[in-house]
Nanobody
Framework: QVQLVESGGGLVQAGGSLRLSCAASGNIFSINVMGWYRQAPGKQRELVAT???????NYRDSVKGRFTISRDNAKNTVYLQMNSLKPEDTAVYYC??????????WGRGTQVTVSS
């Protein structure tokens, strides 16, 4: 079993930056992909970015050039650096872990609020 704990959310003005962290523990050796997702009030959860164990990244179009996903294998932690934040980035951000295309764990989420 994999446990995920997010941190780093908060309130920031438009144009500002935040860095989210997702610390993994437990049976992490089989994880292929780590991902960040978000869910705004009244909307479905959506993919923000993913990173494979080999370091390949993928982003939704609306965050390309502004967000960067990275991982520190020594710390079993995945990061999401968010720059040039917009009010439409306001959401609860979740990380998940995947093994062979199957989601095996979700974190509890961290709130990001961007004021205009």
């Amino acid at each position: 079993q994999v446990q995920l704990v997010e941190s780093g959310g908060g309130l920031v003005q438009a144009g500002g930056s935040l860095r989210l962290s997702c610390a993994a523990s437990g049976n992490i050796f089989s994880i292929n992909v780590m991902g960040w997702y978000r869910q705004a009030p009244g909307k479905q959860r959506e993919l923000v970015a993913t990173i494979t164990s080999g370091g390949t990244t993928n982003y939704r179009d609306s965050v390309k050039g502004r967000f960067t996903i990275s991982r520190d294998n020594a710390k079993n932690t995945v990061y999401l650096q968010m720059n040039s934040l917009k009010p439409e980035d306001t959401a609860v951000y979740y990380c998940n872990s995947q093994v062979n295309g199957i989601v095996v764990s979700w974190g509890r989420g961290t709130q990001v609020t961007v004021s205009s």
